[in-house]
């Protein structure tokens, strides 16, 4: 079983929709979780961290299902240019522990 | 703020060559992070480092692979030989505290095709 997975999509949807990621982790001792976006021959970047109580940034909202180590990203009213992949990020649990990244997720939004 | 600076940008080598990419973290950061994208397996961690320490190279796929960070501000990675099957961006990042679990900044990326 891999340590961080995502279904790696694509997903196409129109302008406006509402679309939802989900992550699954293995590690039940992992302590920070975030979502980053990638685009298209670019480095990551860091869309927001995921706290234990939610938390929404705009039109995002992310999730965390510690019982179910589980991790959501919710985009509402999608723009053309939220299309990029998301990718889930989750740390290995130890103190001065490394960063595991999904195989991300492909969105693609359409006019 | 300059960022994580990579450098090459790009490189094109042949099979069999030594391969040098370099990394310029944050100021001020002290943990710094190697990874390997490809199409098929993703975003992979070759090694890292905090406090110009390495704390894991499991990442690191063989022998032809070694990784430096003489000092906070910069580090190397090295392919010798080469293959083809190298070929791949590789990322540099660098996080102000890993203790902390701190957020990771990448830079460019090197994309390496090895002919």
């Known amino acids: 079983r891999k340590e961080v997975e995502q279904d790696p999509g694509p997903f196409n949807v129109p302008e406006g929709a509402t679309v939802a990621f989900n992550c699954t982790y293995s590690?039940?001792?992992?302590?920070?979780f975030f979502w980053y976006r990638q685009d298209c021959r670019k480095e990551p970047k860091l869309l927001m961290s995921?706290?234990?109580s939610g938390n929404e940034d705009g039109r995002f909202t992310a999730q965390l299902n510690r019982a179910s180590q589980y991790i959501s990203l919710l985009i509402r009213d999608s723009k053309l240019s939220d299309s990029a992949t998301y990718l889930c990020v989750v740390n290995d649990g130890r103190q001065g522990g490394k960063l595991i990244f999904g195989q991300g997720t492909e969105l693609s939004v359409k006019p | 703020d300059a960022g994580v600076i990579q450098s090459p940008r790009h490189e094109v080598t042949e099979m069999g060559q030594e391969v040098t990419l370099r990394c310029k973290p944050i100021s001020g950061h002290n943990s710094l992070f190697w990874y390997r994208q490809t199409m098929m397996r993703g975003l992979e961690l070759l090694i890292y480092?905090?406090?110009?320490?390495?704390?894991?190279d499991s990442g690191m796929p063989e022998d032809r692979f070694s990784a430096k960070m003489p000092n906070a501000s910069f580090s190397t990675l090295k392919i010798q030989p080469s293959e083809p099957r190298d070929s791949a961006v590789y990322f540099c990042?660098?996080?102000?505290?890993?203790?902390?679990?701190?957020?990771?900044?990448f830079g460019q990326g090197t994309r390496l095709t090895v002919v």
């Open positions: 990042a660098s996080s102000l505290d890993q203790i902390n679990l701190s957020e990771a900044f």
């Open positions: 590690n039940s001792a992992s302590q920070s």
């Open positions: 995921v706290y234990s």
């Open positions: 480092f905090n406090n110009n320490v390495p704390i894991d």
